[in-house]
């Protein structure tokens, strides 16, 4: 019987430990924000659309993500609200540059490898075929450094889904899901859940209106860690 409790009173301790620690039970995720240029592999006309700062993720300290968004993002109109600021990006707009640091899956439970790609934003297609696969229809495309080599190379959905999937097994395009937010108050970049089982980062990218001298920018959340309704 003594032999019992002894074994009963190490597990609690165990369990706790774990519980509390995180080691097992959950990943602890961490934002940093750099001084940092952006990746050589890059085009120069891309690297002088990017900021000079780098958003850094970190799972159980461990880099995982570095993002270095727009530096003016080019809108097609001033965003009725800051829900609305998603609403207001021209397909295929270069919404910055990401190295991603070991393999990983993208929103669609695809491979995304480890390497330097670059993000543009897409809609995602309103055919039938997508229907209930995303709560949001945003997403960031991700396209190998190489397969994007000018800042306004590409200029349509159907080559931004080709450059995309030039590697990749299937014919569907690397994507991270991005997210509106109602809210851009605090210091950003955070770390934010805002539904079970998706880790995102809430930013904050400078924007720019055609003809205009007025500083704006748009917050949204961009799903890091997370799989949609496959």
Known sequence: M?????????FLGLFLLVQTSG???????????????PPQE??????????????????????????????ALPLQSKPES???GLDTIKQTTL???????????????NDLA???????FA???????????????????????????????????????KASSKETSSDHPIVLSLRPTSSGDGNLPALSDPVPDHKCVRVRVPASLPGADEKISIVFD??????GKI
């Open 2 to 10: 003594r032999n019992y409790w002894n074994s009963l009173t190490v």
């Open 23 to 37: 080691v097992l039970y959950g990943a602890a995720f961490a934002v940093k924000v750099v001084d940092k240029e």
């Open 42 to 71: 890059i085009d120069g006309s891309i690297r002088k659309a990017v900021q000079g700062k780098a958003v850094q993720i970190f799972e159980n300290e461990k880099p995982i993500y570095e993002f270095w968004f727009s530096a």
């Open 82 to 84: 800051v829900g609305k």
């Open 95 to 109: 919404l910055g540059v990401v190295a991603v640091h070991g393999d990983k899956r993208d929103y669609k439970d």
């Open 114 to 120: 480890s390497g330097i790609y670059t993000i543009r």
């Open 123 to 161: 809609m995602q297609p309103q055919d039938g075929n997508h229907l209930g696969t995303a709560e949001f229809s945003y997403f960031g495309v991700l396209i190998r450094s190489k397969n994007d080599s000018k800042l306004d190379g590409i200029s349509d959905y159907k080559a931004l889904v």
């Open 222 to 227: 961009l799903v890091f860690k997370g799989i």
